[in-house]
């Protein structure tokens, strides 16, 4: 094997190094991540958690465990709707087309049903969140592979490289949580 | 854990193995997938309102335009150059015309003006400056680039778990091991039987990139695919599939595009020369390896 041309490599590198250097990526990132923690802390700081402490590395372990951090998830759910309505509420003279929050869709792909989570504010989608999604392949899928490989005990292989596919099999299930937003 | 995302036209999912399921790693998992949500803002040619197109609407000028733009865009017109425009990022417009301008949330389409003869020559950086100037009326595409650099800034974001995925529609970055304590393995699709994979590889701490004809095909014009040779304005049919492995992802993306574009004979050479990794499968889906893929 020819040795590697270094030159890509240290674009590669230097392009994710000039994203962090610009503050860009990070802080924003950061800021994004505290705004929409906050009520959700503040709804479980009865816990014991410190109010910032779920972006901090060790939240896990302030939280005490796993039963502790599923009411968190929970509790950070429903305040994190609510909050939305507030807004929302504050400007009620704006004629909207979807309502704020996040609504759920089903639709089916050809590898099974597909649901989705889809979270609007001010009539922009900002996350599709992927809830039950399963791209399955199983060991006698594989067409002419050596013997060796499909000996191995590792059934499945559920991760696959190809070309880029399309979400069109999801288009159903955005529209089916789109029509549940929209506004009356 | 495991979670996934509709980004950039297709499911991004990301998966990270941790023993205790700790909100700290879903945390992390949330802002690796910021990092595409901000690529796409920034890169995405089907929002009017992304960086790319406003950068695009001012002719003549030099644009200031944040590292997220900059450096796919930098990268993209390094690979036009080793590929003398082969590969060539000012593509945008005829890729519009071939019907890959719809956005894929809303099913708005896209209609930008363009010179007809624009190429990744009348796109000049300014590094000092961080602005890049168009010379003709363009329209960038950045589909061969942006996804990966995404997954990269994404891997990033991850980097202190020992083992995790993430899946971008296909183009991957693996670290460490799977939950078996093995280097994760990954099929390549089969081109043309959609259940199926066509090859299995082990892999660990690189990406994986596939390019292909079989997804993004143009209904209307047989034969005509999303990969478009920007001098003849014709898709490349000696690859149905060509996949390269690499350090960075967007070294994967990029290279396995560039090399699906160059087709048989320069295709192969430019992974060889490069040192990479790359499977190449002929419409015949014939294999053909190098680098010990």
């Known amino acids: 094997m020819a040795k590697m041309d270094k030159k890509w490599v240290v674009l590669c590198s230097t392009a994710i190094a000039a994203v962090y250097a610009s503050g860009y990526f990070s802080t924003e990132a950061q800021a994004n991540k505290i705004a929409l923690q906050q009520p959700a802390s503040m709804a479980v700081a009865s816990t014991g958690g410190n109010p910032t402490s779920t972006v901090l590395p060790n939240a ?62 001010n009539d922009k989608i900002t996350n599709v969140q992927i809830s039950n999604f399963a791209m399955h392949y199983s060991e006698s899928d594989v067409v002419g592979l050596p013997g060796e490989v499909v000996q191995k005990q590792n059934a499945q292989v559920t991760n696959v490289s190809g070309a880029t596919y399309s979400t069109q099999a999801f288009a159903d299930a955005v529209q089916t949580a789109l029509n549940q937003a929209k506004n009356a | ?54 950068a695009c609407r001012s002719i003549q000028k030099p644009v200031q335009i ?53 190429t990744f020559r009348d796109i000049l950086l300014d590094e000092q400056a961080g602005t890049v100037y168009f010379k003709k009326p363009l329209v960038m595409d950045l589909g061969a680039v942006a996804k990966g650099f995404a997954i990269d800034l994404a891997a990033n974001e991850l980097k202190d778990f020992d083992g995790f995925v993430i899946n971008a529609g296909g183009d991957l970055f693996v670290r460490g091991f799977d939950r078996d304590g093995r280097p994760w393995k990954i099929g390549i699709q089969h081109p043309e039987k959609k259940d199926q994979i066509i090859d299995v590889i082990e892999l660990s701490n690189q990406a994986i990139c596939t390019s292909g004809s079989y997804e993004r095909r143009n209904i209307h014009v047989p034969g005509m695919h999303h990969i478009i040779n920007p001098k003849t304005g014709i898709s490349p049919n000696d690859w149905v599939s060509s996949s390269v492995i690499a350090p960075f992802a967007m070294m994967a993306d990029a290279f396995s595009t560039a090399a699906f574009l160059l087709g048989k004979e320069k295709g192969k050479k430019l992974i060889e020369n490069l040192g990479l990794q790359g499977l190449f499968i002929t419409s015949g889906l014939q294999k053909i390896k190098v680098g010990g893929f």
């Open chain 1, 60 to 121: 896990s372990q302030t939280n005490g465990g796993k039963h502790p951090s599923h009411v968190n998830q929970a509790h950070g759910t429903q305040t994190k709707t609510k909050s939305s309505t507030t807004v929302k509420a504050k400007k009620p003279q704006v004629k909207r087309i979807y309502k704020d929050g996040t609504f759920n869709g089903m639709g089916q792909n050809r590898r099974g049903s597909i649901a989705v989570a889809v979270t609007l504010k």
């Open chain 2, 1 to 54: 854990m495991r979670k996934a995302r509709l980004y950039m036209d297709t499911v991004v999912d990301i998966q990270v193995v941790d023993k205790n399921h700790s909100d700290e790693a879903e945390a992390k998992i949330d802002r690796a997938f910021e990092a595409f949500r901000k690529v796409e803002q920034a890169c995405s040619r089907f929002d009017p309102d992304s960086e790319l197109m406003k």
């Open chain 2, 66 to 118: 944040s590292a997220l733009l900059f450096e796919p865009l930098k990268f993209a017109l390094e690979i036009a150059k080793l590929t003398d425009g082969e590969f060539d990022p000012a593509i945008g417009k005829t890729m519009e015309k071939q019907g890959f301008n719809r956005r894929y949330l809303t099913g708005d389409k896209m209609e930008s003006p363009s010179a007809a003869s624009a």
